[in-house]
């Protein structure tokens, strides 16, 4: 009888140890999961607070214009958050328009807003390049939807 109370209290803490350990390792998973889960929403939150990567750059179209053959853009966005949009009536001895300030990105939507100019400013950022929006940030539709696009050049630097 003794023997068997020894094998019975050496198997209870065995037990014991094992539940400790289980405890242990599901902290330690616990944790695990709640720093991956942190850096996963830092990392989403600040690509869709204001700038990612890849948006950076000079982007180039002509745009659609009543009274001449369109409207050339140049869009410089720098990875500061700032950006510079030049507007050139085409065949028209007037002035170019430019319009400096910052640029908010938001990456779940993709809508691009600068801000500081009083031109249109909102844009969807895809990859096609930047879709010039109407005043209200909504998509612009009919004929010349197509011809609303800036496309980013290529930089071989």
């Known amino acids: 009888?003794?023997?068997?109370k020894t094998s019975v209290f050496e198997n209870?803490?065995?037990?014991?140890k094992i539940i400790k350990l289980e405890f242990?390792?599901?902290k330690i998973i616990f944790v695990l999961i709640l720093a991956i889960v942190s850096i996963l929403v830092c990392t989403s939150l600040w690509a869709g607070g204001g700038r990612e990567?890849?948006?950076?750059g000079i982007y180039?179209?002509?745009i659609p214009a009543a009274d001449c053959p369109g409207i050339?853009?140049?869009?410089?966005?720098?990875?500061?958050?700032?950006?510079?949009?030049?507007?050139?009536y085409i065949d028209r001895s007037v002035e170019v328009v430019t319009f400096t300030g910052?640029?908010?990105?938001?990456?779940?939507?993709?809508?691009?807003t600068l801000?500081?100019?009083?031109?249109?400013?909102?844009?969807k950022a895809d990859k096609k390049g930047l879709t010039q929006l109407d005043m209200e940030g909504n998509k612009i539709t009919g004929n010349l939807a197509k011809n609303y696009i800036l496309r980013k050049v290529p930089f071989s630097g």
Not at 72 to 87: F, Q, R
Not at 102 to 112: E, M, P, R
């Open 1 to 4: 009888m003794k023997f068997f």
């Open 12 to 16: 209870d803490c065995y037990i014991k």
């Open 24 to 26: 242990f390792m599901k």
């Open 53 to 56: 990567k890849n948006l950076p």
């Open 60 to 62: 180039n179209g002509v």
């Open 72 to 88: 050339a853009v140049v869009a410089i966005l720098n990875d500061k958050g700032e950006y510079k949009i030049t507007y050139q």
């Open 102 to 112: 910052t640029f908010t990105y938001n990456g779940k939507t993709g809508l691009l």
């Open 115 to 123: 801000n500081g100019g009083n031109l249109p400013s909102y844009y």
